[in-house]
């Protein structure tokens, strides 16, 4: 009884032993992406970061055997639990708490290209990075607002998500703890337009530490070559990202398509900040669920 107990309580209270082998990975890492840990923190976050690489070895190898369509590697997310990453980097709030959007409707003459990429055409600033904080729908909200202005102006201007953050509460969006970006349009258009990141640059703080509701999306280690699909990827949106293009790649014999979207969590995440998400019937990750664009 008393060994059970004792099993029962290493069980619960231990972090379990280091991978030796993995030592010198583990400290390569930590100098790459400037991680020091105060004590006992850092085996806590040396046994999430080996469980992340154990992730991601998984993956890959069932890639190879053709059961995936894109590749993981360890980012500067890899010390984070699923649960930590959602908390600290989504912030759409989700949209069962937002009033129905109207469809999109395509009108029937509606001819599209082939494809398309914003980036190539000069719309797109360089990919951004939210911090600790649940504020994408304001990168979300500037990175179109930034298109459009490129549109009429045919200048590139980085515009600013902390004047977002700051000023558009009284519309209900949350700072760091999720918002809306149609809301984040709404106060650009009360406010008769925004600040430009030059003058009121990010600084990603988190006043309250009021929880957030977010489910779980995305794995924290994702960097990915290849057009992402998952069954496991909820409809229930809780991230915002912005829709740069779309296009078609050749894929073991296939046509694929696929949406490319740019994300706020640093070049160091997917493909140099970007993911391409397949595109087709199936609405991954809720792609379509809540999409918005500003007109002027
Ligand atoms: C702005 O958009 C209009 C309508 O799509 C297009 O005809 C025009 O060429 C665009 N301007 C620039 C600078 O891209
Ligand atoms: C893929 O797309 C190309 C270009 O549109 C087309 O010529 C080709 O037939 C397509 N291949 C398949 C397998 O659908």
């Known amino acids: 009884m008393a060994v059970l107990l004792w099993l029962l309580l290493a069980l619960l209270g231990c972090t379990t032993a280091p991978d030796p082998a993995l030592e010198e990975t583990w400290e390569g890492w930590k100098i790459l992406h400037a991680k020091e840990y105060p004590g006992e923190a850092e085996a806590i976050r040396r046994e999430v970061w080996e469980k992340n690489l154990q ?11 053709g059961h995936h369509t894109f590749r993981l590697a360890m980012n500067h997310y890899g010390d984070l639990t699923d649960e930590e990453f959602n908390q600290l980097l989504n912030g759409f709030t989700p949209a069962w708490q937002e009033e129905p959007a109207p469809l999109f409707q395509a009108s029937v003459a509606l001819k ?12 797109v600033t360089p990919v951004k990075n939210q911090g600790h904080c649940g504020s994408c729908w304001a990168f979300s909200a500037t990175g ?6 490129f549109n009429r102006t045919g200048k590139l201007v980085v515009l600013s998500e902390q004047n977002l953050i700051d ?21 650009v258009r009360d406010n008769g337009g925004l600040n430009s990141e030059h003058v009121y640059p990010y600084v990603a703080t988190v006043r309250d530490e009021e929880e957030i509701k977010a489910g779980p999306w995305l794995t924290p280690a994702l960097l990915f070559p290849g057009i992402f699909s998952s069954m496991f990827c909820s409809q229930q949106v809780n991230h915002g990202m912005l829709a740069v293009g779309y296009g078609t790649s050749q894929e ?6 696929y949406w490319i979207l740019k994300n706020s969590w640093s070049e160091l995440w997917g493909e140099q900040g970007y993911i391409r998400l397949l595109k087709g019937a199936d609405n991954q990750c809720g792609v379509a669920n809540q999409a918005s664009f500003p007109v002027l």
Request: charged share 20%; with cysteine; proline share 2%.
């Open 55 to 65: 992730r991601i070895q998984q993956h890959n190898q069932e890639e190879s055997q």
């Open 112 to 123: 599209t290209p082939v494809e398309v990429d914003w980036r190539a055409k000069g719309y």
């Open 144 to 149: 179109a607002l930034e298109g459009l202005v």
């Open 167 to 187: 000023c558009s509460r009284k519309l209900g969006n949350n700072g760091c703890h999720g918002g809306y970006m149609t809301r984040a349009f709404q106060y």
């Open 252 to 257: 073991h014999g296939h046509n694929v398509s």
